[in-house]
């Protein structure tokens, strides 16, 4: 109802401005000018960065100093302190870094997006940016319409930087023309009342444009030609800062409960920062009066000023608030609570993660080991076997041997419930998603779609294997209990040695896999060599032979599947180290060969 | 640092076929001497192994290692070549 109502308001206001005004035309043309640089800057920098911000980010997860420095830099570069934080929240919601580091990411953006108004206070007004704008535009537009994804990216940046400067121009030129019909500095109200007066236009303004850097201009620029005063630019800049949240709150809709928390960090750390900017309004304009002339600011040089002053408040939230991340956390996690944990529902998928690779890669990664949790419960319980077991260090052989329990799990019933509903899940997304990304992440993506596929074939081949295992492993004939007790061995083997791996055990690592396949390979083998004199001496019956070939090829067919799938998943992340590793991981031919030598 | 030095590096920089394949012959030898460290780890823990069922695992062990470590090495040798 309210959306209805508000854009038509806008829109007749904004035509009924043009008729009145031409120079407030040049303005608004300005503004949008600027915005749809914003659009194409920020374009430019996701096609550009190409992972490498993602693989910046994910480093910076360990100290808060490293999140902090890390938002001041990149927001400085990109210029848009939104973009890093869809990208942070698309971080924390695909698993790759925590909710403190987060925080601090967005604690260095907001300091990072002060560069800003220095930018445009010491260089927007100073020179003729449209000079530069027209060349910038030209050269953009052109490496644009380039099939390279980088050139592509540098074009929409060029092109963005270039619509900036032109909006900021137009947006010059019309005050400049505005100041000689009215002067809106006869609207200005003074002390407290203008100071929330003017903090709540601010954020009304940067809620519309969803961008406090076009706020941030049009208050520089309006201020330069004298339409505002100073004390009413400094409380539009406060409102700026708190408006500005309403891009991280747009962006969290869409990610899990992690980002949420972080858009809520962000609404936190804005408001508390400009409640403090308010409450000690006088005492920063004394200190700001003070460092200005410190560096040699002239008194009435009232943009730089409003710069040093965006810098100092933000920097002072930063500093107040850096000891309490801890706590922030700990308040955020209470009122944003996680969800219970679903075993069926996807966890980490979710479209705030889509528009950056690296970020959809760790989310998809997740998911599939999500996925296979799942599964390891339900393969381990159809052998008869508690995870706890396999995680323990007591010998798997020992152990299953002497334990005839039965666990209740109806391995078909959890494959439709646990499995198959993710499964889908995952290849719905990446099937969606595979468009959007170059060969090398394509070729990522097709792998761990692969790997999944491979955790599903296990269930599957362990639902076939379950009923035999339930029937014999208890069964009174030694012979035919011990060969299903070592096809379980087998299995358990292959899930503890994937745990060991996860667990980063250092004795173990994605090489032991060839081991372990060679060991069920051996093992397999002296079954089936034993199957015949087992038939002959009458301690199997024909029906149990067949059963039991049947499930050593069943096993065989989970161990391979896991194998594979855990190569995928654990193995080295650097390519060429990948690489390495898959030229050297033993084949299944040249496992069968080693099965037939003799032993070193 | 002569030019033929820049060049190679600037092939690797630039990742041509010759940088990549020097790439990988990086990555190869650096997972080869792992799995020598490897060997020799187990090759020692076979002089302590005391049942035979130890020196079973312990030899299939070290004869997956062995027939890994030729795989590096013969893809080494061949990427080498191609590097140069």
């Known amino acids: ?275 403090i900017a308010i409450a000690f309004i006088w005492q920063i304009i004394w200190l700001v009066d003070w460092i200005s002339t410190s560096v040699g600011i002239a008194h009435d040089n009232y943009t730089l000023k409003l710069a040093v002053f965006h810098t100092i408040f933000n920097l002072i939230g930063v500093i107040v608030m850096a000891p309490f991340v801890n706590a ?27 528009d950056f690779p690296e970020t959809m890669l760790t989310a998809v990664r997740n998911e599939v080991f999500h996925l296979y949790d799942n599964a390891y419960r339900i393969i381990a319980h159809g052998i008869n076997v508690h995870r706890q077991t396999i995680e323990s260090d007591v010998v798997l052989e020992d152990e299953l041997k002497s334990n005839k329990e039965i666990i209740r799990e109806n391995v078909s019933q959890e494959y439709t419930r646990s499995i198959k509903s993710l499964h889908s899940a995952i290849i719905d997304f990446t099937g969606s998603t595979d468009l959007k990304l170059n060969a090398a992440y394509s070729g990522h993506l097709y792998d761990l779609r692969r790997a999944s596929q491979r955790v599903v074939q296990a269930v599957k081949d362990a639902e076939h294997l379950q009923k035999n295992i339930d029937h014999y492993g208890a069964s009174k004939n030694k012979a035919i209990r011990n060969e299903y007790n070592n096809i379980r061995i087998n299995v358990a083997r292959i899930l503890r040695l994937i745990q060991q791996l996860r667990a980063n055990d250092p004795d173990v690592d994605v090489f032991d896999l060839d081991d372990n396949k060679l060991a069920a390979k051996e093992a397999r083998n002296a079954t089936l060599r034993n199957i015949d004199k087992m038939i002959r001496k009458g301690q199997i019956s024909g029906v149990m032979a067949t059963s039991l070939m049947n499930d050593l090829s069943y096993s065989k067919s989970i161990i391979s599947s896991l194998t594979r799938a855990a190569k995928i998943l654990l193995g080295e992340r650097n390519q060429d180290l990948k690489d390495g590793q898959n030229i050297i991981g033993l084949e299944d031919e040249e496992i069968q060969g080693l099965s037939q030598t003799g032993n070193t | 640092m002569g030019l033929t030095d820049i060049l190679s590096r600037l092939d690797i920089i ?71």
């Open chain 1, 1 to 275: 109802m309210i959306k209805r109502i508000v854009l038509p308001a806008i829109l007749a206001v904004l035509a009924f401005g043009f008729w009145i005004s031409p120079n407030f035309k040049e303005i608004a043309a300005g503004v949008a000018i600027f915005l749809f640089g914003m659009i194409f800057l920020e374009d430019g920098f996701r096609a550009f960065t190409g992972g490498v911000l993602e693989k910046l980010l994910a480093k910076t997860t360990d100290k808060l100093w490293k999140a902090i420095s890390f938002g001041i830099i990149s927001t400085t570069v990109m210029q848009s302190s939104s973009l890093v934080s869809v990208i942070t929240i698309s971080f924390l919601s695909s698993g790759l870094i925590g909710l403190a580091a987060g925080i601090g990411i967005i604690f260095g953006a907001n300091l990072g997006t002060t560069t800003g108004a220095w930018l445009i206070a010491g260089f927007g007004l100073k020179v003729k940016i449209s000079a530069y704008a027209m060349p910038m535009l030209v050269f953009g537009i052109i490496l644009v319409f380039q099939k390279s994804r980088n050139l592509k990216g540098i074009g929409y940046v060029l092109a963005g930087l270039g619509l900036l400067f032109l909006g900021i121009h137009h947006m010059k030129e019309g005050f400049e023309a505005f100041r000689e019909t009215i002067d809106l500095t006869q609207f200005a109200v003074g002390g407290y009342l203008g100071l929330f007066l003017f903090a709540a236009i601010g954020i009304a303004a940067t809620v519309i444009m969803q961008s406090s850097h076009a706020t941030l201009v049009i208050i520089i620029t309006a201020l330069s030609v004298g339409q505002i005063t100073y004390d009413n630019a400094l409380a539009l800049a406060i409102g700026a800062n708190v408006g500005t949240t309403i891009t991280a709150i747009i962006g969290a809709m869409s990610a899990n409960h992690q980002g949420k928390r972080l858009a809520g960090a962000h609404l936190i750390f804005n408001m508390v920062t400009g409640l």
């Open chain 2, 14 to 84: 630039l990742d041509t076929k010759k940088g990549r394949a020097a790439k990988q012959v990086v990555a190869i030898d650096a997972l080869v001497a792992k799995l020598q460290a490897k060997e020799a780890k187990y090759m020692a823990k076979k002089k302590l192994a005391e049942t035979d069922r130890d020196q079973q695992k312990l030899d299939r062990k070290i004869k997956v290692c062995q027939a890994q470590i030729i795989k590096g090495r013969t893809a080494a040798d061949a990427l080498r070549i191609e590097a140069k």
């Open chain 1, 328 to 354: 922030l956390v700990n308040f955020l996690e209470r009122i944003i609570p996680s969800p219970v944990e679903s075993i069926v529902e996807t966890q980490f998928l979710n479209n705030s993660v889509m």
